[in-house]
């Protein structure tokens, strides 16, 4: 399913849809869009997911993120 490793992760760290939103400079709605696999990615906001939760000695990639789809 699309999104769910970076939805898992989110729910471990406690991170809401709009805190996301906010870090990534995007409306909640798209937010939420974009990670039910409604609308596409942009590679910049996965990247930008990445390093968000890489800060906590976190060592994630966008393909265990987000998939071969962005």
Same mark, same amino acid.
């Given at each position: 399913?699309?999104? #769910? /490793?970076? %939805? ?19 409306? +909640? /709605? *798209?937010? #939420? *869009? %974009?990670? /039910?696999? %409604? ?13 968000i939760l890489n800060k906590d000695n976190g060592n994630f990639t966008v393909e265990?993120?987000?998939? +071969?789809?962005?």
């Amino acid at each position: 399913m699309v999104g #769910s /490793n970076l %939805k898992a992760e989110m729910a471990r760290r406690g991170l809401t849809v709009r805190e996301m939103a906010r870090m990534l400079g995007i409306t +909640p /709605n *798209t937010f #939420s *869009t %974009k990670i /039910n696999g %409604k609308r596409p990615w942009l590679l910049e906001e996965a990247m930008c997911i990445v390093d968000i939760l890489n800060k906590d000695n976190g060592n994630f990639t966008v393909e265990e993120l987000f998939g +071969p789809q962005v």
